[in-house]
Each structure stands twice: as structure tokens, then as C-alpha cells.
């Protein structure tokens, strides 16, 4: 089984500020890689999917980059309704799996 | 309207079953595979098991392997998962979710229900 870190686990933030996390896979998964976010009392949200296309209807300061092992989400200007937890998957083998988020607060 | 809609949850005593339904609307749901996801209580995402479009491929986490039974019904769009001999570690809301692109399993998940909670307690 693939496993999957995130790290920071929280991420302190102001509103405006840019905001970076890190996901790091214990084998590659090349590209198939997707992040998602999840507020409290929702579903999960797919932001990215093939570690930097973005969603359907996600917004541009919502971006992914990396491939193999090490990944990253930016986000470039933080929003008041990004506040969230943020979750990385791989799905280049099976179980596709998840990593154990990392939430971003407000500082 | 594109959505998901699971039933089927609430709580069942140790070694129990339950069955799960997820009905699908606004998209072509036999396009698509689906998957059931998992989230305890206060914690992260959990995979459980897949199903390919035509309901021909199925895959299961090792932790529910031999107990849980994913299946799928295209002429009702519905997707179902049979849970058998339920542990308290089971307990979990149960996310059905859409694979994003047709007719593969590597493309994320682009639709997700609002899930279903399923306690398992004596």
C-alpha cells in the first residue's frame, strides 16, 4: 500500500496570504495524484486531479504541481472560504489512497 | 441536478449487516465507475472499495475485504454496498463518490455524496 504524508498538519494563515502544502508519496505515482478540500459538516470538494488540472469551476489561485513523489498545492491568495482541511490522494495503484490532511487556519 | 444520495445508514449491533444505496441523477451514471470512501468520526478519508462502469471490475480495501460487497444497478442508477460481520471500526459516514472521467478508475473524484453514518455498537 502507498502511503501518504501531507505536512504541515496545520497551517497557519492570514487572509491574502499565500499558502503552500506538501504531500509526499512513499513510492511514485507518477501523475495520479488529486487534492481535495473539505469544510466542516461537508463532503469532500475535488480541487485538482493529474497532480495540476484543476476542477471543474475551482479557481485559478487554486494550483497543483509535481509528479513522482513529492507534490504541492498552492494556494495564492487566501480567501475566507479557503479555511478548510485539505486532503492529498494518490490513484496510481491499489487502494487508492489518502493523505491525513492538513488544515489551514486562520492566523 | 447532478447528485448523489446515499441511504441506508444508522446503527447496527457488532457482526451485523447493513446495505448501503447511492442514487445518482443528472449524469450518465453507467459511464462511470464509483467508489465507496469512509470517514470516522474527527477523522481523515479512508478508501473502501470501487466498481467499474459496467459493474465487470470490483476492488476492496484489505480492511474490508471478504466482508463488504460493492455492486451496482445501471438501469436504477444506484450503486450499493452490502456491509457483513460490521466491527466498531467500521463506524464511519460512507461517501458514495464519481470517478472523474468516464470509463476509468484514474482521474479522482469529482462528485461525492453527502454521505450516510453507519455506527456499529452493542
Known amino acids: 500500500e502507498i502511503v501518504m504524508t501531507q505536512s504541515p498538519a496545520t497551517l497557519s494563515v492570514s487572509p491574502g496570504e499565500r499558502a503552500t502544502l506538501s504531500c509526499r508519496a512513499s513510492q511514485s505515482v507518477s501523475s495520479n495524484l488529486a487534492w481535495y478540500q473539505q469544510k466542516p459538516g461537508q463532503a469532500p470538494r475535488l480541487l485538482i486531479y493529474?497532480?495540476?488540472t484543476r476542477a471543474t469551476g475551482i479557481p485559478a489561485r487554486f494550483s497543483g504541481s509535481g509528479s513522482g513523489t513529492e507534490f504541492t498545492l498552492t494556494i495564492s491568495s487566501l480567501q475566507s472560504e479557503d479555511f478548510a482541511v485539505y486532503y492529498c490522494?494518490?490513484?496510481?495503484?491499489?487502494?487508492?489512497?489518502f493523505g491525513p490532511g492538513t488544515k489551514v487556519d486562520i492566523k | 441536478e447532478v447528485q448523489l444520495v446515499e441511504s441506508g445508514g444508522g446503527l447496527v449491533q457488532p457482526g451485523g449487516s447493513l446495505r448501503l444505496s447511492c442514487s445518482a441523477s443528472?449524469?450518465?451514471?453507467?459511464?462511470?465507475?464509483m467508489h465507496w470512501v469512509r470517514q470516522a468520526p474527527g477523522k481523515g478519508l479512508e478508501y473502501v472499495s470501487a466498481?467499474?462502469?459496467?459493474?465487470?471490475?470490483?476492488y476492496y480495501a484489505d480492511s474490508v475485504k471478504g466482508r463488504f460487497t460493492i455492486s451496482r444497478d445501471n438501469s436504477k442508477n444506484t450503486l450499493y454496498l452490502q456491509m457483513s460481520s460490521l466491527r466498531a471500526e467500521d463506524t464511519a459516514v460512507y461517501y458514495c463518490?464519481?470517478?472523474?472521467?468516464?470509463?476509468?478508475?484514474?482521474?479522482?473524484?469529482?462528485?461525492w455524496g453527502r454521505g450516510t453514518l453507519v455506527t456499529v455498537s452493542s
Open positions: 490522494q494518490q490513484y496510481n495503484n491499489w487502494p487508492q489512497t
Open positions: 493529474g497532480a495540476s
Open positions: 466498481i467499474s462502469s459496467n459493474g465487470g471490475s470490483t
Open positions: 463518490v464519481k470517478q472523474t472521467l468516464s470509463y476509468d478508475f484514474w482521474s479522482g473524484y469529482d462528485l
Open positions: 443528472g449524469f450518465t451514471f453507467s459511464s462511470y465507475a
